[in-house]
């Protein structure tokens, strides 16, 4: 199972690009993602078959 707060982490420090939750990954996802105090700084960009592309905006 993916870490999705070391990922959002990450993401946050400008580690990576970009993150990518597929349909499937959605709920699991969403429950950590809530936890965050900047959540509304992840954009998710929706694509073809419920694939997500979250960016982070500062």
């Known amino acids: 199972m993916r ?3 070391q990922e959002l982490e990450e993401l946050r420090q400008g ?3 970009e993150l990518v ?3 499937e990954e959605f ?3 969403r429950e950590v993602w809530l936890k965050e105090e900047d959540r509304n700084a992840f954009v ?5 078959n419920g694939q997500i592309t979250y960016r982070y905006k500062k």
Request: hydrophobic share 35%; with cysteine; charged share 25%.
């Open 15 to 17: 580690n990576c690009a």
């Open 3 to 5: 870490d999705y707060k």
């Open 27 to 29: 709920l699991t996802f």
């Open 44 to 48: 998710g960009e929706a694509s073809l």
């Open 21 to 23: 939750v597929n349909r």
